[in-house]
């Protein structure tokens, strides 16, 4: 009987609210303390909010092909969540915030497809743990966004979701592999948004599309129920329009703590365990802070592609010596990322752990049970410049000696790297996250990123929106640049505090025209349907080819 009367509660509650007009939630760069301000005071609805970004998503994904699915429960959820408000029961630091996931994450409302045709199928029956901590953060998971094809470059084209589409410049890529989530979050599809970083995944779309983004310490957040690629290499994080939420969002994740199925959690010290970021972001200031300016980082041959980044990280420069920063050039030969990218370990461990996932009793569905499998389904994409890599994968495992040679290097780099703070003195290490715009549609790679540094050393970095390039006709207010702000392992607490404070020196963070238009919000019954477009996909990139 308590049953039946819920569910009659329900649909009281959802029809009534289907009634409702959105005039009064604007969703357009709305943030964590602005939506529960709203939803506290009783000026607007879970279900208006939930409904206001779906909306969003309706008129605008089709632009830009950002979206792989929608959560099914996502108006169910926020009803309920209304009721909670009803009966001030309302708990949770992301309280019914939508966020999207990268397609690489499992969870039970949604299939897991990695963007690739032959696991269209993939029905996790659990969720990954950083899914459930935001579940009981009280976040909506509204829906999966694109990625590069199971997280493998940076173009953000696959075979299930089709080429996802750069909102401030639709002739251009919007980074990746979490293209997808960057480019969602930049069009204000969701408050925030996840994502993976194996190489530059995280850090490269939030350059792209004008966000702030982290790539922990490696260990801090566990990687479980997540597509892997890269033991040494893979992390998974967050993306935001501005540092507090990107901080909540970064607790919340953390908070999952040690996990026996990710042994790189073992290393969390005790002064992470349970750690509150937002208590970090607002003390002190950049006055006496140490940064070292990689120049190893940096293309200075001028074109149309580089000198935008340069102008753009000059202007930082001058900012955060402005407040009182030091910035000290750091020279030293090895910060060179094509010959740092020779290190990296990638083909050696892939083959493994994506078996392993894909025979987890975790898997459900349907779904190739290897790697190999997989790619000789004739279902998948890869690019061209990465038909060596796969195969090579195919091929290789942590038992070739040419991995061991390579995991040595990387402590060697890790040595050094740590004698560069040493001997400088430094709070942070600043460079561009792309020494150049990001790329066009059809581009053999994403190239010029500088991401790897952090990848194989395990150290924390944090993006922040550097500037803009000057606008053309194909991006009327230019395109976003990113600074990545690089610490040693477990300071992410000090790195979110300088981005804080760089953002509070200048707003550059601004929101693609295209999609900065007030949208009438349907009484929605039912969460529709999102079928991405694979006709935009590349010649240039077959399917089922390697």
């Known amino acids: 009987m308590k049953l039946v009367k819920y569910i009659f509660l329900v649909v009281e509650v959802l029809t009534t609210q289907a009634a409702i007009t959105n005039e009064a939630f604007d969703s357009r760069e709305s943030a964590v303390e602005g939506i529960h301000r709203s939803l506290f005071s009783g000026t607007v609805s879970c279900y208006d909010v939930v409904s206001s970004f779906i909306a969003r998503i ?98 953000s084209v696959s075979s299930l979701g089709g080429q996802t589409i750069n909102p401030y410049d639709h002739s251009r890529t919007p980074g990746g592999s979490s293209g997808g989530t960057g480019a969602a979050i930049g069009a204000n599809f969701a408050v925030i948004g ?36 890269s033991f040494t290499q893979d992390t998974v994080g967050a993306m935001a329009r501005n540092v507090e939420d990107l901080a909540i969002a970064l607790t919340v994740m953390a908070s999952v703590g040690y996990d026996s199925k990710d042994n790189a959690t073992s290393l969390i010290p005790a002064s992470s365990v349970g750690k509150d970021y937002s208590e970090d972001i607002f003390s002190g200031s950049l006055r006496g802070l140490r940064l070292g300016l990689i120049h190893g980082l940096f293309n200075y041959t001028a074109s149309n592609e580089t000198t935008p980044v340069n102008n753009a990280m000059s202007e930082m420069v001058s900012l955060l010596q402005s407040a009182g920063a030091v910035v000290i050039p750091v020279n030293e030969s090895v910060y060179n990322a094509s010959a740092i990218l020779e290190l990296d370990v990638q083909t050696s461990e892939y083959r493994e752990l994506m078996d392993s996932y894909l025979q987890s009793p975790s898997a459900g569905g349907q779904r190739p049970s290897t790697l190999k499998e997989l790619y000789t389904s004739g279902r998948f994409l890869v690019l061209p410049s990465q038909y060596s890599y796969v195969n090579t994968a195919l091929q290789s ?70 500037g803009f390039s000057p606008a053309s006709e194909d991006a009327p207010i230019g395109l976003p640049i990113g600074m990545d702000i690089l610490g040693l392992p477990w300071s992410e607490g000090k ?36 079928t991405p477009n694979t006709e935009n996909i590349p010649k240039a990139y077959p399917i089922g080819v390697l």
Request: glycine residues 8%.
């Open 58 to 155: 309706e008129a605008f994904n089709p632009t830009i092909n950002a979206i792989i699915s929608l959560n099914p429960n996502a108006l169910s959820l926020a009803v309920g969540m209304d009721m909670l408000i009803a009966t001030g029961n309302a708990t949770g630091p992301l309280f019914c915030i939508p966020i999207l996931l990268k397609d690489n994450y499992d969870t039970t409302e949604m299939n897991t497809t990695g963007g690739n045709l032959d696991l269209a199928g993939n029905q996790p029956n659990i969720d990954a743990p950083t899914v459930t901590a935001f579940k009981r953060a009280g976040a909506i998971i509204l829906g999966k966004a694109n990625l590069h094809e199971l997280a493998l470059e940076g173009i």
């Open 194 to 229: 996840t994502g993976t970083d194996t190489v530059n995944s995280l850090r490269s779309p939030a350059s792209a599309n004008s966000l702030f983004s982290f790539r922990p310490t490696r260990g801090l957040i566990s990687r479980a129920g997540v597509i892997p690629i």
């Open 397 to 466: 495992s942590t038992s070739d000696s040419s991995y061991v040679i390579k995991k040595l290097a990387i402590q060697n780099l890790t040595t050094v790297l740590r004698g560069t703070f040493a001997t400088n003195r430094l709070d942070a290490l600043i460079y561009p996250e792309q020494k150049n715009l990001v790329v066009k549609i059809g581009s053999a790679s994403q190239s010029g990123r500088n991401g790897i540094l952090a990848a194989l050393t395990g150290f924390p970095v944090v993006v922040v929106p550097a």
């Open 495 to 530: 790195l979110l505090n300088i981005a804080s404070h760089i953002s509070g020196l200048k707003r550059v963070r601004c929101m693609p025209p295209f999609a900065n238009a007030s949208i009438e919000v349907p009484a929605y019954h039912s969460v529709p349907r999102i």
